[in-house]
Structures are given as C-alpha cells and as structure tokens.
C-alpha cells in the first residue's frame, strides 16, 4: 500500500489511522528485532498522534495526504524529547528539546512518528554497520548491508515497517542505501529542504530529503517538508511547489543526457544492464537519448572528499581525542580530515565553484542526466572490497563515486529501482537535474515506475524475508 | 605530493604500519586526482564557502 492509497483508505473509512500504526508497530516488533532499522520507537506517540488524526478527519480537518501516516526519521534528526544520538557515543547522552524543521513541518502534515532509525555511526560511512546500535540487515538478504548512512531508513521502508522515512545525504546517503534496499530516494537541491535541528556532518555537503516505497510517495513527502525556513542559512527562499507528478504524466520529448564515460565505467553487469534496459524504456515513452559531456566526476569526487574530510573533521573536532567513542573506521577518517590544510580546503572550495559553472552548460543541451545509482548493488555485511570487471576496489568508493558529484554540485538527484541482480537484489539508478527541478526528476521517475520499471512486478520476493505487510 | 606519513607522525596519529596506512592511503588517492586540479587556478576564483547550488554558468 502507498501512502496515497493509505490516505485515500483513511478518507473512505475503510481504515483508520490507530489501525495503520499498530500494524506498523506490530510489524515492527515482529521484524526489527534482526533488521535492527530503528534506534528509538515512540510507539506512545504514534498512538496518540494516530488517534488524533482519526478524531481530525472526523471532524473534517484534513491536513494532506501524509495526514495520519505512519513515519520515521534517521537518528541524526531532533524529535522533542527524544533521544538524538547519531548512531554515536558522542551524542549519546543527548535527547533533542525541540523538533528540527523538517519533524515539525511532518507533525504539521499529520503524520504520525514512530520514532528514530538506526544509521551509519555520525552519517560517516555507507554499510550501516553500527558498532554501538549494531548493524542494520538488509531486508532483501539478512547478510547483506542495506547501504548508509540512512540504512535504517532504507531498511525500515523496504521491510514495510513504515511508509516513508527521512535520510541525510552527504556523499550518496538517501541514494545508496535506496539503491540497495530497492527503495525510491530522493536527495533534494541543497536549500531546497532545511537542516535546521539535524546534527550536521559536512555543513557545504548535507542535504535531507525522503525515502519511500514509490516516486509520488516521496513527492508527497517533499512537498511536507520543502521551503524556506530563515533558521538554515543555506535555505533558499524559491517558493516551494507541489511536486507529485501527475497520473499519467509523460516524458515526451523530454532530452535525457547519456554521460557515457564514468558513469557507465567499473559498474557491475547487472546494473548496467537494468539501467540501459530503463533508458530504452524512457526512449520508448518519447523521451531523447543524448550523449553529454559533463566535468570530470573523478575529479569532482576528489573535491568532494577533501572538502567532507576537513568539514567533518571541523565538526567533530571537539571530541575526536576520546578516541573511544568512535569506531575505527570513522576514526580513521577524522583522522585523515584532521591531516588536510586549510589551503586545500578553500582550493576544494574554489574548483567546487569553478566545477558548478562548468556543470550547469550541460542543461542547455539536456533536461536531466540518468546514470546508475551506485556502481554495486548491496554487499555483505563485513564485506571490505569488491571486483568488477576483474578489479577490486573497496566497497566505499566503488558505492559513492556515482552519487557523490551531485552533493558537491548542490544538485537534485532521485535514486529509484529498476531492477534486480542475478542475486535477486535491488539495482538502482538516479535521475539528476538542474538546480530546484526536482518535479521534473520526479515526473520521470513516475513515467519510468508507471511504465513498470521498479520493483513492483517482483515485490512478492520480499515474502522469502519480511514480507509486505499492511504498512 | 604531500608526506601524508610525516604528517601523522607529526601529528601524533601514528600508530602500528597497518592504523599509520588507514590514515595515509586514503589521502594519497585523493590527492593524485586533486592536486592537479589546483594548478593554474585564476586568482579571481572565489571559493564556494557560501555556496550557491544555482550560481549561472559563465
């Protein structure tokens, strides 16, 4: 069920609010105990917001289609009174005084808050293998990683715990764990969505945004959460829109650019094979196929890095000699950010800029770029490297150099699935725009899932592992 | 390129050879591609510290 046929159940009678959440919850207890997706349940809350809603829509206050849906938020977000760890010791003590932007304009909705999800430790890193909270499973296969730093969230809307969740997304961290949880992800255009109230890990690099079981489903979720909130400094004050695609909404016509070199190098045979196998099916709805060159995305993701590794580093300054708070891989990475000059940073800075000019000559030529989301689909739990093509290289790189690029570039991109592996897991692929498009990066991702790319012909797999429920 | 080594020794994160190469290796990828890319940057380049996603293209 999405949340649009949630909602239109809610409006028809034929379910309640208090029902969709205690199935949730049920679910939840049922399944979470090995997925480990959630860090704080606040089942009291969800009750109470459920039946809240259930008396509004009977009085006849409606507030939306997100209106008595149930929901969660990575641990990285502040919900009044709950805790807001980061899947940290270095927050552990810490329990959030009022609700970051994004939670109140959720609460104003009416959704209906289940709680907080379990995340790679301080949204550095992309297995979700947390060493305090332990490691999240992926739902499609209990041995493999769900991505991250979102893992929770991707694990959590995958495994039906809850309708949609929100993610943070630094370097690929909404996009990789929807990629390998066969979730819709979607990393808004930086100032598009506010970060006030969520513990940052790079200020120039985070962004938020939604994972959801379907294109418009996500779309619902932005249009709850986007607009200017004078609290970011970053957020922008370009009127927010309503950005769910229409039913049936086409694409053609619409030029889609083909950056054939990196973005189609070193990625699995599976995953280029359903990503190509989407791209006809574009052209087929009408839509144009075309080469484009774009700035090299090596070179970006360089950028990249050395401006994650000082900014993280800075953040975390305060704490990064009690060593024994952090794991050792996010230590070993404050550690190298903490080795970067400052001349390298404001140079990172400076080519970022120079990177974004030369980036935005592509959109005269074409509306959108599709590439694969990540170059892999989900790896083992533990798993340090993988080969492709008969190289090996370790698992980080090879899940970030797809999506990384649009972070340094500010620029909206959607991860949906379109497909599965030889091993029966999720394989996505992201749809990237100029900056505030993300109605046209969602239309697409609608015509492509209405068209039958995603997942929804082979969701019935799930029932080998937790299986589509009621939520 | 940058002594990352020296710089970690200098820094007091110098550990075993295997902690001293999970700090270093790392950096030194990162810095073939980047360093490079800081040659012949025109003076009148600003950084990006107030970053602007829909700067125009020149």
Not at chain 1, 13 to 41: N, Q
Not at chain 1, 155 to 166: E, R, T, Y
Request: some cysteine; glycine content about 10%.
């Amino acid at each position: 069920m999405t949340i649009l046929e949630a909602g239109r159940s809610l409006r028809a009678g034929s379910a309640t609010a208090v029902e969709l959440s205690t199935a949730a919850l049920a679910r939840i207890e049922r399944l979470d105990p090995s997925l480990r997706a959630f860090i704080t349940l606040t089942a009291d809350r969800a009750l109470a917001d459920a039946r809240r809603t259930d008396a509004e829509l009977a009085a006849g206050l409606d507030r939306g289609p997100l209106q008595g849906i149930p929901v969660a938020v990575k641990d990285l977000f502040a919900i009044a009174g709950v805790p807001n760890t980061a899947g940290s010791l270095v927050y552990r003590d810490r329990v959030a005084a009022g609700d970051c932007a994004v939670v109140e304009r959720l609460v104003e909705a009416g959704a209906v808050m289940l709680g907080t999800l379990n995340m790679h430790e301080l949204a550095y890193g992309i297995t979700s293998a947390n060493p305090h909270f332990g490691a999240v499973r992926n739902p499609w296969d209990p041995d493999r990683s769900p991505g991250g730093s979102s893992g929770g969230s991707g694990a959590a809307v995958a495994a039906g715990l809850v309708f949609a969740a929100m993610g943070s997304d630094t370097g690929g961290s909404i996009r990789i764990p929807a990629s390998f949880c066969g979730t819709v992800g979607l990393k808004p255009t930086y100032g598009r969505v506010s970060r006030y109230g969520v513990l940052p890990l790079a200020h120039t690099l985070d962004h938020m945004g939604p994972l959801a079981r379907t294109v418009r489903d996500a779309a619902v979720v932005l249009n709850a959460i986007a607009g200017f909130d004078a609290r970011d400094p970053a957020s922008s004050r370009r009127p927010a829109e309503d950005f769910i695609p229409a039913e049936g909404c086409g694409i053609r016509g619409l030029r889609i650019g083909l950056a054939e070199s990196f973005f189609f190098e070193r990625i699995e045979a599976g995953v280029e094979s359903a990503v190509r196998g989407a791209m006809a099916r574009a052209e087929a709805l009408g839509a144009r196929l075309l080469p484009v060159r774009v700035p090299d995305p090596a070179a970006i993701n360089a950028v990249g890095q050395i401006i994650l590794l000082s900014e993280a580093a800075a953040v975390l300054e305060p704490y990064r000699q009690r060593r024994e708070l952090f794991g050792e891989d996010v230590l070993a990475l404050l550690d190298q950010g903490s080795l970067v000059p400052a001349t390298d940073y404001i140079q990172a800075q400076r080519i970022r800029r120079s990177m974004q000019r030369s980036f935005a000559k592509a959109w005269s030529e074409v509306d959108c770029l599709i590439t694969p989301a990540t170059a892999i689909t989900a790896p083992r739990i533990g798993q340090a490297t993988v080969t492709i093509g008969g190289s090996e290289e370790p698992v980080r790189p090879a899940a970030t150099r797809m999506s990384r690029p649009f972070n340094v570039l500010g620029l909206p991109a959607l991860s949906i699935p379109c497909g599965l592996d030889s091993s029966g897991l999720p394989i996505g692929l992201q749809i990237a725009g100029p900056p505030f498009e993300e109605a046209r990066l969602l239309r697409v991702g609608a015509a492509l899932e209405d068209s039958g790319i995603g997942l929804s012909a082979v969701s019935g797999q799930l029932s080998a592992t937790p299986e589509q429920g009621d939520c | 390129m940058t002594d990352w080594k020296a710089l970690a020794h200098a820094a007091g994160l110098a550990g075993d050879a295997q902690a001293l190469e999970r700090i270093t290796q790392p950096l030194e990828t990162i810095e073939a591609v980047f360093r490079p890319l800081t040659e012949n940057l025109p003076p009148e380049l600003e950084p990006a510290c107030t970053f602007d996603p829909e700067e125009d293209a020149e």
